[in-house]
């Protein structure tokens, strides 16, 4: 009878206990989502950029507009994106370009960066198209990031200046957090020569 007694109390307790999780927070373990992290504070110390500038939200592939990290493999089909099964962005890649691109841009002008959703006339807007933003493996245990970018400067509902941006960054692991650091610094590095092209288009 003691022995009944304690195989009903030990039941009842697992019961309890699994109550107990159900009712609480669910997480699926290994599930990690990425953002590019914290952006780089104050202004240059020289801006290259001297006017106000409209950027306007990024555009990409229907494909892209979602939040995963792609990757392709090269060595075996590189026309197939796949997108890594665990990890994520926190939005579509081409928001987060966009948001990176604004804040380094910001950082570069001794004027005012602002979206198009800020209803503000500028002398100048900036038009992104993203055609490529993923992680490449030429070998398995190889991979770099890719990123490829279409600028349009406008001025007054005129082209001022086109100009395409290829970037490739080496991937320290062959995982999606490889990956995810390499496309950071390759949307970095494009920053840098955007704002190089602007600063020359802008002085026009």
Not at 15 to 28: E, F, V, Y
Not at 32 to 54: K, M
Not at 177 to 202: F, N, P, Q, T
């Amino acid at each position: 009878m003691m022995l009944r007694n304690a195989l009903l109390l030990s039941l009842a307790f697992s019961i309890a206990l699994l109550s107990a999780c159900a009712i609480g927070p669910r997480t699926q373990e290994g599930l990690v989502n990425y953002d590019f992290g914290l952006p780089r504070t104050g202004r240059e110390a020289a801006p290259r950029l001297q006017q106000d500038l409209v950027v306007a939200e990024v555009a990409a592939p229907a494909w892209m507009d979602n939040s995963g990290i792609y990757y392709r493999l090269a060595y075996r089909d590189a026309a197939q994106p796949r997108a890594y099964a665990l990890s994520h962005w926190v939005m579509s890649p081409a928001a987060l370009l966009g948001q990176r691109l604004r804040a380094n841009i910001a950082r570069a002008s001794k004027s005012g960066v602002f979206t198009s959703a800020d209803g503000v006339r500028a002398g100048y807007t900036l038009r992104l198209e993203l055609d490529e933003f993923s992680q490449v493996f030429d070998a398995p245990q190889s991979s770099r990031a890719v990123l490829r970018l279409r600028a349009s400067l406008i001025r007054q509902r005129s082209v001022v200046a086109q100009q395409a941006f290829e970037i490739e960054q080496p991937a320290a692991t062959p995982n999606a957090e490889g990956g995810v650091r390499a496309l950071i610094a390759a949307s970095d590095a494009a920053s840098e020569k955007l704002i190089d092209w602007l600063a020359a288009g802008m002085g026009k």
